[in-house]
């Protein structure tokens, strides 16, 4: 297994029989694939779960508003607050809030 660890190898098809090889580049030397997968390619992506909160929840009269949790970017004085289920599994139920100021309109989690 020589040519295996000192030579870069290519996916190769060995279509009469069904299987993936690898062939060295430098010789026509090949050798069957233990596993039939060439590449994986993982894609993580996370959603934050704050930008999905639309603003304008500053105007809904049926929330309610704390005065109890400043904004912790402009220390406006009054929130609106909501409990949503997280989209993080072993978290549960969380209190979101959004800033009154209409110019910050920041939203946070505790």
Not at 54 to 82: E, K, N, W
């Amino acid at each position: 297994k020589q040519w295996y660890q000192r030579r870069v190898r290519d996916p190769k098809e060995d279509k009469e029989n069904k299987r993936l090889l690898y062939q060295c580049q430098n010789c026509e030397h090949t050798e069957r694939a233990d596993n039939n997968c060439i590449y994986v390619n993982k894609i993580t992506h996370e959603i934050d779960e704050l930008t999905n909160i639309v603003g304008d929840v500053i105007s809904d009269p049926t929330l309610p508003r704390t005065q109890d949790h400043p904004c912790p970017r402009c220390s406006q004085c009054q929130a609106v607050f909501f409990q949503a289920q997280s989209s993080i599994a072993d978290q549960g139920m969380r209190l979101y809030y959004v800033c009154c100021n209409q110019q910050c309109n920041h939203r946070w989690t505790e």
